[in-house]
Nanobody
Framework: QVQLVESGGGLVQAGGSLRLSCAVS????????MGWYRQAPGKKRELVAVLTSGGNTNYADSVKGRFTISRANAKNTVYLQMNSLKSEDTAVYYC?????????????WGQGTLVTVSS
């Protein structure tokens, strides 16, 4: 069994910064990619940033230049540094991992962490 546990969400003023963390635990054979998605009220879940095991990154246009995804491989932890936050960044942020856990190829989601940006 594999678990993703997110932390770091909270309330911040516009222009401020937050750092989200996501730790993967359990039977991990390999992780192909980890990423962050978000879902604002009344909207669909959308990709924020993804980091592959090869080091490739992909960001939503709306966060390019402001957010940075990184990973501490030894800790199976992925981070999302969010700078210059805007009110439109307010959402529940979900961590995602794609890989082989135990003997199964899976896509796993965290429980979500709320980020609220006040204007």
């Amino acid at each position: 069994q594999v678990q993703l546990v997110e932390s770091g969400g909270g309330l911040v003023q516009a222009g401020g910064s937050l750092r989200l963390s996501c730790a993967v635990s359990g039977s991990i054979s390999s992780i192909n990619a980890m990423g962050w998605y978000r879902q604002a009220p009344g909207k669909k879940r959308e990709l924020v940033a993804v980091l592959t095991s090869g080091g490739n990154t992909n960001y939503a246009d709306s966060v390019k230049g402001r957010f940075t995804i990184s990973r501490a491989n030894a800790k199976n932890t992925v981070y999302l540094q969010m700078n210059s936050l805007k009110s439109e960044d307010t959402a529940v942020y979900y961590c995602n991992a794609v890989g082989v856990f135990g003997y199964a190829a899976l896509e796993v989601w965290g429980q979500g962490t709320l980020v609220t940006v006040s204007s």
